[in-house]
């Protein structure tokens, strides 16, 4: 041994707390389990993207039938809220989709994809996806439970499975349950998340009425049987409870996640 070395005060190298001297070559067991977690919120996701497309291909693939001849009328299925809502659905979770397998396999590409898919993919479930589901799946079934003609006659029964029905108005509801617990958002100042959804659901009144004027027929048959002031008491009650339904999303993810931005400034 040489004089300097022999000279030098012996110093202990000190472990990292999270293990043997092998450690520092794995990292710490902080970032494998949040890798670990975020793998398995990349395959939720893909889970939930994949069923949403196959319950939306399935809804367009149907074979001709009684639904399918007031589908090829003005507007077709996009007269349907349940349609659009599919499409929310299936563009949300594919957003949710690229932007976990950016975190998990080009993590250089993360901020970068983060910055860009971030604010469209908490508006979108935040603004619309969560209220409009929710009032999709309990709308639909309080009615089909008061009197099915009014939103979904017998005779469908004959051309559409039940299994389609339900993934149209039913597992869209798990759907967004699992998406909030699994993953936080960040909603806009209660302000601007009230005239996104507004603006949303006036357009979609307006589009209604238009259809109606255009062709003399009506989107649902609750409409037909309503009298101009039903329709304005069943559009405003319809409006109040998405409005509802947004706040509670809004509830539930602070009491989840708390104040989410504040956890992660």
Same mark, same amino acid.
């Given at each position: 041994?040489?004089?300097?070395? #022999? +000279?030098?005060?012996?110093?202990?190298?000190?472990? +990292?707390?999270?293990?043997?001297?092998?450690?520092?070559?794995?990292?710490?067991?902080?970032?494998?389990?949040?890798?670990?977690?975020?793998?398995?919120?990349?395959?939720?996701?893909?889970?939930?993207?994949?069923?949403?497309?196959?319950?939306?291909?399935?809804?367009?693939?149907?074979?001709?039938?009684?639904?399918?001849?007031?589908?090829? *009328?003005?507007?077709?299925?996009?007269?349907? %809220?349940?349609?659009?809502?599919?499409?929310?659905?299936?563009?949300?979770?594919?957003?949710?989709?690229?932007?976990?397998?950016?975190?998990?396999?080009?993590?250089?590409?993360?901020?970068?994809?983060?910055?860009?898919? !971030?604010?469209?993919?908490?508006?979108?479930?935040?603004?619309?996806?969560?209220?409009?589901?929710?009032?999709?799946?309990?709308?639909?079934?309080? !009615? =089909?439970? =008061?009197?099915?003609?009014?939103? =979904?006659?017998?005779?469908?029964?004959?051309? *559409?499975?039940?299994?389609?029905?339900?993934?149209?108005?039913?597992?869209?509801?798990?759907?967004?349950?699992?998406?909030?617990? *699994?993953?936080?958002?960040?909603?806009?100042?209660?302000?601007?998340?009230?005239?996104?959804?507004?603006?949303?659901?006036?357009?979609?009144?307006?589009?209604?009425?238009?259809?109606? =004027? +255009?062709?003399?027929?009506? #989107?649902?048959?609750?409409?037909?049987?309503?009298?101009?002031?039903?329709? #304005?008491?069943?559009?405003?009650?319809?409006?109040?409870?998405?409005?509802?339904?947004?706040?509670?999303?809004?509830? %539930?993810?602070?009491? !989840?996640?708390?104040?989410?931005?504040?956890?992660?400034?």
């Amino acid at each position: 041994m040489c004089r300097a070395c #022999a +000279a030098r005060p012996l110093t202990r190298v000190r472990e +990292a707390p999270w293990g043997n001297g092998m450690s520092r070559l794995r990292g710490p067991p902080k970032m494998t389990v949040r890798l670990r977690g975020q793998r398995l919120m990349t395959f939720v996701h893909l889970f939930c993207f994949l069923w949403a497309l196959f319950s939306l291909s399935q809804n367009v693939g149907l074979p001709h039938s009684l639904r399918r001849e007031s589908e090829n *009328t003005y507007g077709g299925r996009w007269k349907y %809220l349940t349609f659009i809502n599919q499409i929310l659905q299936t563009l949300l979770f594919g957003i949710c989709v690229i932007l976990d397998f950016a975190c998990v396999f080009i993590p250089a590409k993360k901020n970068h994809v983060s910055s860009r898919l !971030l604010p469209p993919r908490d508006f979108l479930f935040s603004v619309l996806v969560f209220p409009v589901g929710l009032f999709v799946a309990v709308t639909f079934w309080t !009615l =089909y439970a =008061y009197d099915r003609e009014l939103v =979904y006659p017998k005779e469908l029964d004959e051309t *559409t499975p039940s299994w389609l029905n339900h993934t149209m108005h039913t597992t869209i509801l798990p759907l967004l349950l699992v998406e909030l617990v *699994t993953c936080p958002h960040k909603y806009l100042s209660k302000l601007r998340g009230m005239v996104g959804l507004s603006i949303f659901g006036t357009s979609y009144l307006t589009w209604v009425l238009w259809v109606n =004027y +255009a062709s003399g027929i009506w #989107a649902y048959p609750i409409l037909e049987v309503l009298g101009i002031p039903g329709k #304005a008491v069943l559009f405003t009650i319809s409006y109040l409870v998405m409005v509802g339904f947004y706040l509670l999303g809004e509830h %539930l993810t602070q009491i !989840l996640w708390g104040d989410f931005q504040k956890c992660k400034k």
